[in-house]
């Protein structure tokens, strides 16, 4: 079992693989009240001199949710790293205890409601070009993922080299919970893990622990927590832009991964069984049916997790999730900004809004989804998250001519 998730775990390393140096790949959620443009000044802080260059996301009060201001400063302090020839690699870490819960959802909830969506629309575009870049940048890219790690702090990480996880590292997609649907290049890396595992994590929304990150191929590193300023020390010592340097240094304080007994990784067997159905429904069925005949509590509350979900959410995920199998990332992110701009937009449904309402905002976690069931999400509700914005509505231009996809 554990050779088997080895062995997928290299297989991922191979398909979150850019072309450059030959190294890595790399996402949007959270809780803060805070306006998506604002005008601190500190919402990235940089350190180093010599050959490499750290960027701390600083909005810890909030999760160091992503918005406009610290997307457009990552973009340029990104851009002129790149083009400075004395600057080998870059490292991305977080202030406080997130590294980063993802997207600005209650800011995005507030200009939904004033019916602002082009400013919804402009974070979703800005991000996800940054991670478009991140993930073809051409120096290697450590992101130090300690802490919360959701959503667009995935996005903004697993595209680049290396990811190191600690013992502290939460990470998760939880959107199908606020009726939203893993993005941010969550199709594209769900997609790669072992067997059946993305489709259990984008639906359910559950997390994973920087060991179970690093066991499944999510990481390329794991370190405790309390050897992270060795980490960095070591790391700022580098004067180098090879890869294999970087990877033989971070390889080198790198500590053991024990699993807990209780993992998911455990169950990849019955989880396969489960998430390879053809529906939601059938996982559903089978997720039954396994609990009826082995009294498996995991299956138990898996049930009860999706049962929570937006069931049109589910329906889409599981969709997006498949269809990213065959898609380079650059059709990940331009598929999931149409989707995107259709949960904003409200028209299919106002899922989105009323997830965000329940969770974060009212916080009474009694979300009323529209549709209020599976058996009510028509198969014309799906298809429209996949259809082509319409003539009026500028989709997703990313610099492929003159950064490659993979």
Known sequence: MIMLINRSAMFIQRCLSLKKPSYGYRRLISLSANPLVDDSDNIVDVEGTGSSRTAILSRPSSLNAINIPMVSQLQMLYKNWEDDPDIGFVILKGRGRAFC???D???LYNLMKEGNLEECKQLFRKAYSLMYFIGTYLKPHVAI???ITMGGGAGISIPGTFRVATDKTIFATPETLIGLHPDAGASFYL???PGY???YLGLTGEKLNGAEMISCGLATNYSLFTKLPLVERQLRNLVTGDPSVIETCLGSLGDPVQLDPTSVVHRIQTLNKCFSRDTVEEIIESLENEAARTNDAWCVSTVKKLKEAAPLSLKVSLRSIREGRSQTL???LTREYRMSVQAISGQITGDFCEGVRAKPVDKDFA???DPPSLE???QDMVDQYFSPLPASEPELELPTRQRAAF
């Open 367 to 369: 979300p009323k989804w």
């Open 145 to 147: 993922l300690n802490g």
């Open 376 to 378: 009510h999400v028509s």
């Open 105 to 107: 959802i209650v800011s």
């Open 101 to 103: 819960a993802g997207g």
């Open 191 to 193: 997609s790669h893990l």
């Open 197 to 199: 595992l993305g489709e």
């Open 330 to 332: 650059e059709q990940c």
